[in-house]
């Protein structure tokens, strides 16, 4: 008779065919080991089921359901887990080998903390580097830190006790988009989190991925705002104005990344508007916000071939220049 996990580690797949198996690998390859692998097949159309099965070990267990969203699956992951601790990864992201080690050393060394979390890189679909994380370090109460912008980055980040995600009822199903963060907020509101200041979660940057629906995440993740300052109605007005220059800030960049196209470009120019309006410091940030005018009015009036090249060259003619 097997032991019990001591961490279950749960993945929502849907239609992840091309990198599910990878994903799988790096939960395997981790020197902690006693942990099961909770795969909740979402109604996948493809062959991501088939190639969970085909994967060899005692320590996976796999589930089908019909297609509910990752909110959902998350939760009926959760209902399953018989671990102490919890841990989510996305079905295209990676984990480094010490991810759960490092991170269960951190919550048994700091005994007020419920939540480890640690850094993220970015990787393209080939499992390529393409840009560092913020790489932030907050210990303790991080609510107010959490409400300027989600440091933890993604779902494939923390480890969390079983017990409080039970208590504060899981993932919040209604949200369409900023689920993580809503469920990151809902925590730290009242528990303590620790950092493992490593790199140790590996996020892949799809196209077609569900966060590049904007107009979804921008209503969501204003829902999710609106939420926590509820939850501490105390916190101070500028806060707020932060938080949302912050989120606008973000969902600028997103709409510049590629592919470029015209529509996006539009969508850019809006957040940028509302994240001059939100930030108090804008004058002091008058480099970035140029530096983002120019590359939406490139996008706007030049077809998407055209100013993905002339982007790209004055990118990399910058680069240059810096390096003389």
Same mark, same amino acid.
């Not at 892949?204 to 590049?212: C, D, K, P």
């Not at 501490?232 to 949302?244: D, E, F, G, H, V």
């Given at each position: 008779? *097997?032991?019990?996990?001591?961490? =279950?580690?749960?993945?929502?797949?849907?239609?992840?065919?091309?990198?599910?198996?990878?994903?799988?690998?790096?939960?395997?390859?981790? =020197?902690?080991?006693?942990?099961?692998?909770?795969?909740?097949?979402?109604?996948?159309?493809?062959?991501?089921?088939?190639?969970?099965?085909?994967?060899?070990?005692?320590?996976?267990?796999?589930?089908?359901?019909?297609?509910?969203?990752?909110?959902? =699956?998350?939760?009926?992951?959760?209902?399953?887990?018989?671990?102490?601790?919890?841990?989510?990864?996305?079905?295209?992201?990676?984990?480094?080998?010490?991810?759960?080690?490092?991170?269960?050393?951190?919550?048994?060394?700091?005994?007020?903390?419920?939540?480890?979390?640690?850094?993220?890189?970015?990787?393209?679909?080939?499992?390529?580097?393409?840009?560092?994380?913020?790489?932030?370090?907050?210990?303790?109460?991080?609510?107010?830190?959490?409400?300027?912008?989600?440091?933890?980055?993604?779902?494939?980040?923390?480890?969390?006790?079983?017990?409080?995600?039970?208590?504060?009822?899981?993932?919040?199903?209604?949200? =369409?988009?900023?689920?993580?963060?809503?469920?990151?907020?809902?925590?730290?509101?009242?528990?303590?989190?620790?950092?493992?200041?490593?790199?140790?979660?590996?996020?892949?940057?799809?196209?077609?991925?569900?966060?590049?629906?904007?107009?979804?995440?921008?209503?969501?993740?204003?829902?999710?705002?609106? *939420?926590?300052?509820?939850?501490?109605?105390?916190?101070?007005?500028?806060?707020?104005?932060?938080?949302?220059?912050?989120?606008?800030?973000?969902?600028?960049?997103?709409?510049?990344?590629?592919?470029?196209?015209?529509?996006?470009?539009?969508?850019?120019?809006?957040?940028?508007? $509302?994240?001059?309006?939100?930030?108090?410091?804008?004058?002091?940030?008058?480099?970035?916000?140029?530096?983002?005018?120019?590359?939406?009015?490139?996008?706007?009036?030049?077809?998407?071939?055209?100013?993905?090249?002339?982007?790209?060259?004055?990118?990399?003619?910058? $680069?240059?220049?810096?390096?003389?």
């Amino acid at each position: 008779m *097997q032991n019990k996990p001591k961490i =279950s580690v749960i993945i929502p797949a849907y239609n992840s065919e091309k990198t599910i198996q990878r994903t799988i690998e790096s939960v395997l390859n981790q =020197s902690f080991t006693e942990f099961e692998l909770i795969i909740i097949n979402d109604g996948s159309q493809d062959s991501t089921l088939d190639i969970a099965a085909q994967v060899k070990d005692p320590r996976i267990k796999v589930f089908s359901y019909a297609n509910a969203g990752a909110n959902v =699956s998350r939760n009926r992951g959760l209902s399953h887990a018989l671990g102490e601790f919890v841990s989510f990864l996305d079905a295209d992201d990676i984990w480094t080998p010490d991810k759960l080690a490092r991170q269960l050393q951190a919550l048994q060394e700091n005994v007020d903390a419920k939540v480890a979390y640690s850094w993220t890189d970015y990787i393209d679909e080939n499992d390529q580097f393409l840009l560092s994380g913020t790489h932030i370090t907050a210990n303790g109460d991080v609510y107010e830190q959490l409400l300027l912008s989600d440091f933890l980055e993604n779902g494939s980040n923390p480890l969390i006790y079983k017990e409080a995600l039970i208590r504060l009822g899981g993932f919040d199903e209604s949200l =369409s988009a900023g689920q993580d963060w809503d469920m990151w907020l809902r925590l730290a509101n009242e528990y303590n989190f620790v950092a493992v200041p490593s790199v140790q979660i590996l996020y892949r940057i799809r196209a077609n991925s569900q966060s590049s629906n904007l107009p979804r995440q921008e209503k969501a993740c204003l829902q999710v705002l609106k *939420q926590a300052y509820q939850a501490r109605p105390s916190i101070a007005r500028k806060t707020w104005n932060l938080s949302l220059a912050n989120l606008y800030k973000y969902l600028t960049c997103k709409a510049l990344q590629h592919p470029l196209e015209r529509k996006k470009g539009l969508a850019a120019a809006i957040f940028l508007v $509302k994240y001059i309006i939100n930030d108090s410091s804008r004058l002091q940030h008058t480099s970035l916000t140029l530096k983002l005018l120019l590359k939406i009015s490139v996008i706007i009036i030049l077809p998407g071939t055209l100013s993905t090249v002339l982007l790209t060259t004055i990118k990399t003619n910058y $680069k240059r220049l810096k390096s003389l």
